[in-house]
């Protein structure tokens, strides 16, 4: 019998695809009780998808305290990201509110999922945006969810405003100076002794650059434990919360949508609340820094428009750090100092400041002027150069360089009358 051989094709059997999926939590505040909430729909979701035949676990995105009408939760847009790079075939999230309250926003970012091919699963309304009526009911249901965010917004805006009305400050969580619990706002000495301080030296001539240097190089630390800005110093120059009084409702939110807030120009009435919580800047002592913040102002709106208005403006030079010297008015007495100096204080740059009036002296015996003449000053000086302290090098148009050196005058020599009338007056009150 003749042998018969069958040739049998190997048959692959082909493996399912397994789709990896992630979760999305999120809670809008940052009480305890809803970050506690958010742990668990954290593990939840976890546990639930290691679980699951055919899927792989591809992480839990979680955004803590932050509002699902904005775009710029970082959770979620590191979410869209991995979609679009093709790491992610599959979200489950619990609800359309706790993926996004805002329908555009809504409608706009599952449009792109499903372009994607990433399946949306919302749990509660057990809707699959990939499924034929998924979009139908979104639009319809994610309205819904605007409205509601709607309610809550004005629920919780007209009782912020029903406190404004009684006195009462709302939402105050942190202040530099206070303790605020619930039990109520109190002092604290060592945070406080700071907001004294940057009064003092506000009211003594210094800028907010320059007590923000100080306050770093001291090693003084921000509630926020980042550094010192000129900006907090000035917040801190003006809020009269120190004075233990309060303006209320000098903010407002725009819509609850963006959550974006404006100065209350008038749009919205304010009320002033006296005694509201412990005093730590007197109130003649507040209003004298708000006159110093005023006198500024004036001065820098004088300035728009005019660089060049005093003689030495943009001519005076540190050959220390490059700056140009700046004019500034302390206690009645008109100095220039090096910018550098003024900004970020004597461990940036050592240079010394000089009296404007030691400068034109020096200026005139330097071009053997009787006095000192702005307009010959200015057509033959091309630039001042200050190297060191108490030295000073005037380089002229036509190349030839002067050098020469200043001290300062005692304290008896440069009092003025007015400020010995101002001594004497302060010495007969006593």
Request: charged share 25%; with cysteine.
């Amino acid at each position: 019998m003749e042998k018969t051989i069958t040739k049998i094709a190997p048959q692959k059997t082909a493996l399912p695809s397994l789709a990896r999926v992630a979760a999305y939590a999120r809670v809008s505040s940052g009480k305890d009780e809803m970050l506690h909430s958010l742990a668990a729909q954290v593990s939840y979701y976890s546990e639930h998808i290691q679980k699951q035949l055919g899927w792989i676990y591809s992480g839990v995105y979680a955004d803590e305290a932050l509002t699902g009408t904005k775009d710029n939760r970082p959770e979620f847009q590191r979410l869209l990201n991995d979609c679009r790079q093709g790491k992610i075939d599959k979200i489950i999230t619990k609800s359309i509110s706790r993926f996004a309250r805002n329908t555009v926003t809504l409608l706009e970012t599952v449009r792109e999922l499903k372009a994607l091919g990433v399946d949306v699963y919302f749990e509660e309304q057990n809707i699959h945006t990939l499924s034929g009526e998924g979009e139908l009911m979104l639009t319809i249901l994610a309205s819904y969810a605007q409205e509601e965010s709607l309610s809550v917004s004005e629920n919780c805006k007209w009782r912020i405003r029903d406190r404004f009305q009684r006195g009462e400050m709302a939402n105050l969580r942190f202040m530099f100076g206070y303790r605020i619990s619930k039990e109520g706002i109190a002092i604290d000495e060592n945070q406080a002794a700071i907001v004294r301080m940057i009064f003092t030296d506000y009211i003594d001539g210094f800028g907010g650059i320059r007590i923000a240097a100080k306050l770093n190089a001291m090693g003084v630390p921000t509630l926020t434990h980042v550094s010192w800005t000129k900006e907090q110093v000035m917040a801190i120059i003006k809020n009269e919360k120190y004075t233990g009084n309060a303006l209320l409702q000098k903010r407002f939110v725009v819509d609850h949508l963006t959550k974006r807030q404006i100065m209350n120009i008038g749009q919205l009435p304010k009320y002033v609340a006296e005694g509201t919580h412990p005093v730590i800047i007197d109130q003649e002592t507040f209003d004298m820094a708000q006159a110093v913040l005023l006198g500024r102002s004036e001065i820098c709106k004088a300035k728009v428009g005019s660089q060049n208005r005093y003689p030495f403006s943009s001519l005076i030079k540190c050959g220390i750090c490059g700056k140009n010297f700046k004019r500034k008015v302390t206690r009645g007495r008109v100095l220039w100092s090096c910018s550098t100096y003024l900004e970020r204080g004597k461990g940036a740059c050592p240079s010394k400041q000089i009296p404007e009036d030691i400068l034109m002296t020096m200026t005139a015996d330097v071009m053997r002027f009787s006095a000192f003449d702005e307009k010959r000053f200015k057509d033959q000086v091309d630039h001042i150069l200050v190297p060191a302290p108490n030295k000073v090098i005037f380089t002229f148009k036509d190349g030839h360089v002067i050098k020469t050196a200043w001290q300062n005058r005692s304290r008896r020599d440069s009092w003025t009358d007015e400020m010995r009338r101002a001594a004497r007056q302060r010495g007969s009150n006593q």
